[in-house]
C-alpha cells in the first residue's frame, strides 16, 4: 500500500492547549508522524508519495469560502496585531448568539472555532492545506485504481465543521476526499470512523444526505470529546435518515466490546453497498492514550484493518488521532498490514 505524506505538516507545531485546566503543550505535535514514518518505512507501506497540488476550491466543496479564507489568512492577521506566538480564540458562539464575523482577530478566531484546540502559529496554514492535499491525492490515486492508499495527514480533519475548526482539526480531510469520490462519479461513499473520538464535523457534513453512510465508532459522548455530538439517537435527517450510525461505548472498552460494536457497523455497511469506503484513522483507542479512556492493545489493530478488509472495497485510509506517541506507529502500521494481509 502506497502512503501520500507531505513534510509541510512540520510547520504547524509549538502551540498549546487548555487540557484539564492548564494551558500545556498541544498533544498533537510533529513527532506523532516522525513515529509513523519509521515505522512504515520498515512495513510493505513505505513507498511515499508526494501529494498534488489543489486549487482553492477544491477545499471548498464542503467548507464555505469565508472559513477557508480565513484559515489562510490567520495567521498573518494575528501576527500584524500580536507578538505572540501562537493564536487561541478566546471566546465561542453559543446558543442565541449571532453568527456574525467580528472585524477583529480575536472576533474571527473566536467565530471560526468551537473550542481552544485547534491553535495557529505561522506555519499552519501551510500544513492545513497540505493535510488536505495529501487527502485528495490519496483519494485521486484510489480512483484510479489503487486498491488502497494510505493518506498520512496531519493536521487531522473529523471534527473540523463547514466553518468552525475544534479539536486539532482545521479542514475535514476524510469527508473532503469523500466528496472529491461522489465528484469524480461514484454513486455511494461509506466514511468509517475508528477515532476514539467522534467525528461531529464529518457527521455533521453528511447529516442529510443519502450518497455517504457515516459510521462512527467513539466513546460515548456523555462521558467524552466532543460531549454534543456522537449519540446512538443521531441517525440522519431528511434523505439522510438511517445513513448515520453512531456506536458509543463507554470507558474503559476493551477489543470484546469494540470488536462487537465494528462487526455492528461493518455489516451495516457492507448492507449499504458501497462504491468506495474512506477510513478516519484514528489509534487513540490504544490502553496509553495520554488523552483517551479505551483498552485496544496493539494486536487488536490488526484485527481492525483484517475486518475493513472483509468489505472487498477500494479502501482510502485517512490519518486522524493518536497520542500515545511511542506507540502511534506500531499501532498505525498494525492495522494497515491487517489490512492488506487480508485484501
Known amino acids: 500500500m502506497k502512503t501520500v505524506y507531505s513534510d509541510a505538516h512540520r510547520g504547524h507545531a509549538g502551540a498549546k492547549e487548555m487540557h484539564l485546566g492548564k494551558l500545556v503543550p498541544i498533544h498533537e505535535m510533529p513527532s506523532r508522524i516522525d513515529m509513523i514514518l519509521a515505522r512504515l518505512a520498515e512495513s510493505d507501506h513505505r513507498e ?86 495529501v487527502a485528495l491525492t490519496g483519494q485521486e490515486m484510489v480512483a484510479g485504481g489503487e486498491g488502497a492508499v494510505f493518506s498520512l495527514c496531519r493536521p487531522p480533519g473529523h471534527h473540523a465543521m463547514a466553518d468552525q475548526s475544534g479539536g486539532y482539526c482545521y479542514l475535514n480531510n476524510a469527508a473532503i476526499a469523500a466528496q472529491a469520490f461522489l465528484d469524480g462519479g461514484a454513486g455511494r461513499v461509506a466514511l468509517v470512523d475508528v477515532d476514539y473520538h467522534h467525528g461531529n464535523g464529518s457527521q455533521s457534513l453528511f447529516y442529510d444526505r443519502d450518497d455517504v453512510l457515516f459510521v462512527s465508532l467513539h466513546a460515548d459522548p456523555a462521558q467524552e470529546y466532543p ?35 465494528l462487526d455492528q457497523g461493518l455489516a451495516r455497511i457492507a448492507d449499504f453497498g458501497p462504491d468506495v469506503v474512506v477510513i478516519s484513522l484514528g489509534v487513540d483507542t490504544f490502553k496509553e492514550d495520554p488523552i483517551s479512556r479505551f483498552k485496544l492493545e496493539h494486536e487488536d489493530y490488526l484485527r481492525i484493518g483484517e475486518a475493513i478488509a472483509g468489505l472487498k472495497r477500494p479502501t482510502h485510509f485517512v490519518m486522524e488521532g493518536g497520542y500515545a506517541v511511542e506507540a502511534i506507529g506500531i499501532n498505525t502500521v498494525n492495522l494497515l498490514d491487517g489490512f492488506a494481509g487480508s485484501s
Open 48 to 133: 511515499l508519495v508526494a501529494p498534488k497540488s489543489f486549487s482553492f476550491e477544491a477545499l471548498t466543496r464542503l467548507h464555505s469560502v469565508d472559513y477557508v479564507t480565513f484559515l489562510s489568512e490567520a495567521w498573518d492577521l494575528w501576527s500584524a496585531n500580536s507578538d505572540a506566538p501562537y493564536a487561541l480564540p478566546y471566546t465561542s458562539v453559543a446558543p442565541g448568539m449571532r453568527l456574525k464575523v467580528p472585524e477583529t482577530i480575536d472576533g474571527k478566531l473566536s467565530r471560526y472555532a468551537f473550542d481552544l484546540a485547534a491553535p495557529f502559529v505561522a506555519g499552519t496554514w501551510d500544513a492545513i492545506k497540505a493535510s488536505a492535499e
Open 227 to 261: 460531549h454534543f455530538l456522537g449519540y446512538g439517537d443521531e441517525t440522519g435527517e431528511g434523505p439522510g435518515e438511517g445513513f448515520n450510525l453512531n456506536l458509543p461505548m463507554a470507558w474503559g472498552t476493551a477489543w470484546d466490546g469494540y470488536g462487537a460494536a
